[in-house]
């Protein structure tokens, strides 16, 4: 089976998607990304997928199978999934499939840094978030509502079915830590807490009996 040098990006995994259904240009690849809202679960710019169907081609992913024209617009080339793309596209996503990812949101890194910040803005700023979380959850459901009622089936639009239900857990999750901070459930340092080695991580465990014993 074909193995690609370096893992396919999200981008580029998105590319190949789109091309086990036709040959196609870059362009019409950006029009129907942005027609399928592609772009809530992948950074699209126009520059870095003409950059990411480039790389594809030099790795042997994708080949260049002829060019178009309309009007007097400039010649558009014409891109089509090799076997080798094929294969690799199907390999990573079954690994993707199966292995939770290392990812690093924002978020958590945040919250790791509340108890620098004042109580009471942090509370505003969550709050905050919690109007927007409410209104992309919103916007999301029309969607979904849109598509379920024109009957696609499920299978095609999954992803953004769990990319609904996770934010929904986050508002879930931001509400109840605001009832935490606001009743007392979660009390606010007064001071910095001196950290108990016992309880590093980064000593893998190691206590001050067990430094003293060595």
Do not use: C
């Amino acid at each position: 089976m074909a193995r690609s040098a370096v893992p396919l990006t999200p981008l580029a995994m998105a590319v190949v998607e789109l091309l086990h259904e036709r040959d196609m240009h870059p362009y019409e690849m950006t029009q129907l990304m942005r027609e399928r809202r592609v772009d809530y679960r992948v950074k699209l710019r126009a520059g870095s997928l003409y950059h990411t169907v480039e790389r594809l081609e030099a790795q042997g992913m994708i080949e260049v199978v002829g060019t178009q024209r309309q009007g007097r617009r400039p010649e558009r080339t014409v891109y089509a999934l090799t076997e080798s793309g094929r294969d690799v596209f199907v390999e990573q996503a079954r690994a993707m499939l199966a292995t939770p990812a290392q990812e690093y949101p924002q978020y958590p890194v945040a919250l790791s840094a509340a108890n620098e910040l004042d109580r009471a803005e942090v509370l505003e700023q969550l709050r905050m978030r919690v109007v927007d979380l409410r209104a992309r959850i919103a916007a999301e459901q029309v969607v979904l509502d849109h598509l379920s009622a024109e009957r696609l089936p499920r299978m095609y639009w999954i992803e953004y079915d769990y990319m609904h239900h996770q934010r929904q857990s986050e508002l879930d999750w931001t509400e109840r830590l605001i009832e935490d901070l606001d009743s007392g459930r979660i009390s606010w340092p007064d001071a910095k807490p001196d950290p108990m080695p016992e309880l590093s991580v980064v000593d893998g465990g190691r206590g001050r009996d067990d430094d003293k014993a060595s």
